[in-house]
């Protein structure tokens, strides 16, 4: 690239600073939000990575190419789709508002098109990662896509975060030649200067990990410097400062500038750089490779060139690049004064009439900005997946089974579909035949890039790894579950294929990936999670193996549907109709994606259940009737009153439960029933779906003023206004709210403490779970009225 080219990158990188800090500027001292509560941004954060993104928008990046922007970048970010022409000018003073830009990237919320969402360090970075590994799926399965890179632009703080290197180690995410990861190296945090430079520790981690490593340390002025005599001891010099001593430098001029660098300096450096003006010194010593945009071009292009391997690059860069905060040890939420506001805007020849305008469209640099929006321009993205999934697979329970070997059964049978069983994909972390993906991988294989030869024979377990496998493999990490799910989930967008992703874990170990499901969520990902076994039904596993508060996890995140059944042809019904909805969404672009049209978390169980009372209740309503309830949250179990029918005039009782608690919830209503008191079971499959329709119902008449309706699900399930017991194998208030939902006084049941080792009875016994508590739960409610 010759000089004139980088002239005119210069000047548009010049006008992205501008935009990011005045952008910023404007959300902190034009709009007022009359709350008192500062609106914050991060000029010096968004400013160390002007070059890089400018670097990359405007000359490196293809069309089909995805990027990460670490999150306190994201007015650079907008800064750039703004000259590009892909946002409107109304969004540039409206950061952080109701509408506006958000605090940080958003693939559902922001206005622009964001590829990855960021915000919760470490996942932005490692998503990328996982899209890619996604690709190498996907180009397997499906033909080859258009190549695309995926590109991650990280703060070098972020690598505190244990799951980039868990992400970095994982055998699944090797050999990816199309990642490039560019680290924002500027040796801060957000608290303080960092003391030490860790790039040797970071890069041998990535070397180790079998990554290419590229450092792009100085620009040219010090590497022309460098090449004088004696320019060896001044790199030798500037290489042994201290990273404190060398940051204040950023805040000096002339003679200070001057005393400061040489303060400790070997003999002979003072003369090398006598001949050097003091107003020359500062620019000179402080000239680092991650604003030199011929050096970072070179250094993407050196990545471009190896194509077996991840790559890294860390560019060495000043936080708060171009301000008068550049380097200040606490600049991280600093904000410029209205005057140095005033004083940048001058420099860019631009007035209060003109600040927000985009490039003279006829200048050299406005004619940079229309070719690279054309270049850059990219086609919708088709999000339905074009297939019909089942209603059900049917599965065949004659005798007492769990939801987990269910699961297992209703994955296989699907796989054999010609239409859907090709578009499954599931994952684990190394827990995959301990969660019942055991059939399912005998009959697709396990996913590998290149065929690799088994050594030995396993007659229940058929381990074939190919690029035909349909299993992805994980180590022994839960956020890596929940970033490749989320990934799998995305595939429709980032790699132009829809998929049906699946994946298991330990129950009690999702809350270990719960950052990494939320991120997934949050970006509207799509796909389905089994968390199995559960609870302390798991019993002699002990307390560290006993999920007690997933169910409320289920519950409480948006974007997720939490379900929990307890038969085989309920769970069959629930789970094709997740892959229905996951199939069937229609939307080419990515907007706030309703919870129906998210994620999917089955909380299953490996206790073997009488099939009989569902048979039952299948019989008495009828399979259309009973398969809408189910689907809609809950239904009658067990109706008292036709049961009992000398019960018509007793007092009567709710009992609601979810999933392997039922035998224990119907033997109580067999005791209750011998006590004259009539007790329906309500079998609630999914506490997420009833408690939306119930808040939906309040919300309106909340905000008409007007008296809330009964949702149809509660109506159907709970039709007796009567005291309700709530029986759970999870944290006792997950299903509380029943009580308000159906207006009556209400008893929970659950569990409240840790667990421990035992039989399931005794822990039942323990945490008040078997038919007399229940009983006893059941006669206290009635005096509650």
């Not at 500027?25 to 941004?41: F, M, P, Q, T």
């Not at 329906?680 to 506490?687: E, G, I, Y």
Request: charged share 20%; aromatic share 8%; net charge negative.
């Amino acid at each position: 690239m010759d000089e004139h080219d980088l002239d005119v990158l210069d000047e548009i990188q010049r006008r992205v600073l501008w935009l990011a800090t005045r952008i910023v500027d404007a959300a902190n001292h034009d709009r007022g939000a009359g709350d008192g509560v500062k609106v914050g941004g991060h000029q010096a954060s968004s400013a160390s990575l002007v070059t890089a993104m400018t670097a990359l928008w405007f000359v490196h990046l293809d069309a089909e190419d995805r990027v990460a922007v670490k999150p306190h970048a994201s007015p650079v970010f907008h800064g750039i789709q703004y000259l590009l022409g892909n946002l409107d000018r109304s969004y540039l003073p409206r950061l952080r508002a109701r509408g506006g830009l958000q605090s940080y990237p958003s693939r559902t919320k922001d206005p622009d098109e964001v590829d990855f969402s960021t915000g919760s360090v470490g996942l932005g970075a490692a998503a990328p990662l996982f899209a890619a590994v996604t690709r190498r799926y996907v180009d397997a399965h499906f033909g080859a896509r258009p190549h695309s890179r995926f590109v991650a632009l990280i703060g070098d703080a972020e690598l505190d975060e244990g799951n980039i290197w868990e992400a970095v180690a994982d055998p699944a995410t090797t050999g990816l030649g199309n990642v490039m990861w560019v680290v924002d190296f500027n040796r801060q945090s957000l608290d303080r200067v960092v003391p030490g430079v860790r790039i040797d520790q970071w890069r041998g981690q990535f070397e180790a990990a079998g990554w290419h490593v590229v450092e792009v340390k100085y620009g040219r002025r010090l590497a022309e410097a460098y090449d004088r005599p004696g320019g060896a001891a001044l790199r030798d010099w500037i290489d042994a400062m201290p990273n404190e001593q060398y940051q204040s430098l950023f805040g000096l001029t002339g003679p200070a500038l001057r005393k400061q660098f040489l303060d400790g300096a070997p003999e002979g450096i003072a003369a090398l750089i006598a001949d050097v003006a003091d107003a020359d010194l500062g620019p000179l010593v402080t000239d680092l490779g991650g604003h030199d945009l011929a050096a970072l071009l070179d250094a993407y292009a050196q990545c471009d060139a190896v194509t077996d391997r991840p790559s890294v690059v860390f560019a060495y860069t000043v936080k708060g690049w171009g301000l008068p905060i550049a380097g200040n040890p606490r600049n991280h939420s600093a904000l410029l004064t209205g005057e140095q506001v005033d004083a940048l805007r001058a420099a860019q020849g631009l007035t209060r009439d003109t600040e927000w305008d985009r490039l003279d469209p006829a200048s050299p640099a406005g004619i940079r900005a229309g070719q690279r929006r054309e270049a850059l321009s990219r086609a919708p993205r088709e999000r339905a997946l074009g297939v019909a999934v089942p209603q059900a697979t049917n599965v065949r329970a004659n005798k007492p089974i769990s939801t987990q070997e269910v699961f297992g059964r209703v994955l296989v049978d699907l796989a054999r579909d010609p239409q859907v069983g090709r578009y499954l994909v599931t994952t684990a972390p190394d827990v995959a035949t301990s969660t019942n993906l055991a059939g399912f991988i005998n009959k697709t294989g396990v996913f590998a890039p290149t065929a690799q030869r088994s050594w030995s024979e396993d007659r229940m377990l058929r381990w074939t790894e190919s690029p035909e496998g349909q299993h992805i493999e994980l180590g022994i990490s839960e956020m890596n579950l929940f970033l490749l799910l989320g990934q799998l989930g995305l595939a429709w967008d980032l790699s132009g294929q829809p998929l049906l992703p699946v994946g298991t874990v330990y129950d009690p170990f999702v809350l270990r990936g719960l950052d990494a499901f939320l991120y997934g969520t949050y970006s509207g990902a799509r796909f389905v999670v089994a968390g199995t076994p559960s609870g302390v039904t798991l019993a002699p596993e002990g307390g560290a193996h006993q999920s007690t508060i997933t169910a409320s996890v289920g519950l409480e995140l948006p974007g997720v549907t939490f379900v929990e059944p307890a038969y085989a042809a309920s769970l069959d019904w629930l789970l094709c109709d997740a892959f229905g909805h996951i199939a069937g969404a229609d939307r080419a672009t990515p907007t706030a994606v309703p919870a129906e049209d998210g994620a999917y978390y089955f909380r299953l169980s490996t206790r073997p259940v009488d099939q009989a009372p569902f048979e039952a209740a299948r019989v008495r309503l009828g399979d259309a009737v009973l398969r809408r309830q189910v689907l809609a949250g809950a239904y009658r179990l067990v109706d008292a009153h036709q049961a009992y029918p000398h019960l018509a005039e007793a007092p009567t009782v709710q009992l609601a439960a979810s999933g392997a608690v039922l035998p224990e919830v119907l033997a109580a209503a067999a005791e209750l029933a011998d006590e004259g008191v009539a007790a329906h079971v309500v079998d609630v499959t999914s506490l997420d779906r009833l408690y939306r329709a119930w808040q939906r119902t309040l919300r309106q008449g909340v905000r008409t003023a007007t008296v809330p309706s009964v949702p149809g699900a509660l109506r159907s399930a709970f039709a007796d206004r009567v005291p309700v017991v709530t029986v759970h194998d999870a944290a006792s208030h997950a299903m509380a709210w029943l009580g308000s939902a159906v207006a009556a006084p209400a008893v929970p049941l659950g569990v409240d403490e840790f667990g421990q080792s035992g039989s399931v009875h005794d822990l039942y016994d323990l945490h008040d779970l078997l038919p007399g508590s229940i009983v006893n739960a059941a006669l206290a409610a009635l005096s509650l009225r």
